[in-house]
């Protein structure tokens, strides 16, 4: 059963919304802007209502993955399992060649459903992204001081652990999606994180 939740979580992480979004306006979003399958490129190359519709869905992606765990087990470990799942799923998504977004979205919407008081957090760092369209800015203000709130509303080390190691894992997505970006796109100018 461990095995089956960890693969629904990450055939919901793969669930490309970014692309479908651009695809219902005839734009494949892996082919513009910084080529990237994430709700910033969506904000740029298909538009803010389009961005916006991309952000609530990766978000929820990652909240119904940690939903369906905790309704299927008990295990602390599983559902942390999982969620990092749906967020490996928004990173390589299986439906679309195994190329997708960095993961912040999906990942916050795990640590929305683990930790509840992050929805301030969320609130606080949605302004300057929807102003910037800077996700790097966007993890920094969501995830840099998670973990304080994790231990100011008593959660557990394990969770305090969790709330550190998967913005870490976005992170190290950063880096890796954006080292392997076709020479086009690098040089195009229009890199923005």
């Known amino acids: 059963m461990e ?19 651009g695809r219902f306006k005839g734009i494949d979003i892996r082919r513009v802007g910084d080529g990237n ?3 910033a490129n969506a904000f740029r190359e298909v538009g803010p209502i389009a961005g916006l ?7 929820f992606k990652g909240v119904g993955a940690i939903f369906v765990a905790q309704a299927f087990t008990g295990s602390h470990l599983i559902v942390f399992l999982v969620g990092i799942a749906a967020v490996t799923g928004h990173v390589w998504p299986v ?12 990942a916050g919407g795990v640590l929305v459903a683990l930790i509840p ?21 966007l993890g920094a203000i969501l995830f840099a001081p998670l ?6 509303t008593g959660g557990s080390l394990a969770l305090i652990a969790f709330s550190v190691g998967l913005p ?14 076709p020479a086009h ?9």
């Not at 606080?124 to 929807?130: D, K, L, M, R, S």
């Not at 973990?147 to 100011?152: G, K, Y």
């Open 3 to 21: 095995a089956v939740l960890i693969i629904i979580g990450y055939l919901l992480g793969s669930i490309p919304s970014a692309y479908i979004a």
């Open 95 to 106: 439906y679309i060649g195994f190329k997708g977004g960095r993961g912040e979205a999906t």
């Open 53 to 59: 519709l991309v952000i609530l869905v990766d978000v």
């Open 117 to 137: 008081p992050m929805l301030i957090l969320l609130a606080i760092a949605f302004v300057p992204f929807i102003l910037t369209r800077n996700t790097m800015l």
């Open 37 to 39: 399958v994430g709700a």
């Open 185 to 193: 796109l690098k040089k195009s100018g229009r890199l923005m994180h």
């Open 168 to 181: 870490c894992m976005v992170g190290l997505t950063h880096f890796l999606t954006t080292r392997h970006l």
């Open 147 to 152: 973990w304080l709130v994790v231990w100011i």
